[in-house]
Nanobody, 119 residues
Framework: QVQLVESGGGLVQPGGSLRLSCAAS????????MLWYRQAPGKQRELVAT???????NYADSVKGRFTISRDDAKNAGYLQMNNLEPEDTAAYYC?????????????WGQGTQVTVSS
């Protein structure tokens, strides 16, 4: 069964860094566009960053200059490097991607990983 598996969340002090990973398990042909979202308690889910099949990236204004999205197609994985973290970055982070396999595109969500920024 194909899934997106996330890892890398945790507790970090303000100004610290974390790297989130999102890897496709199972046999797939490719990952198309990958997106990272986050949702803080009591708030709507927010699109944080996107990366296309060709590597073009976009970021929410709130994370520009601090977060970097990347991908490794050889590993069927994507990453979100988060630097200079702020308490406002505290949220559950989710990856989302269209995966190509079995002759079609399927949209998948990761299970989510908690990021807590606190001193």
């Amino acid at each position: 069964q194909v899934q997106l598996v996330e890892s890398g969340g945790g507790l970090v002090q303000p100004g610290g860094s974390l790297r989130l990973s999102c890897a496709a398990s199972g046999i797939i042909v490719s990952i198309e566009e990958m997106l990272w979202y986050r949702q803080a308690p009591g708030k709507q889910r927010e699109l944080v960053a996107t990366i296309t099949r060709l590597g073009s990236t976009n970021y929410a204004d709130s994370v520009k200059g601090r977060f970097t999205i990347s991908r490794d197609d050889a590993k069927n994985a994507g990453y979100l490097q988060m630097n200079n973290l702020e308490p406002e970055d505290t949220a559950a982070y989710y990856c989302n991607a269209n995966l190509r396999y079995s002759g079609r595109l399927f949209n998948h969500w990761g299970q989510g990983t908690q990021v807590t920024v606190s001193s």
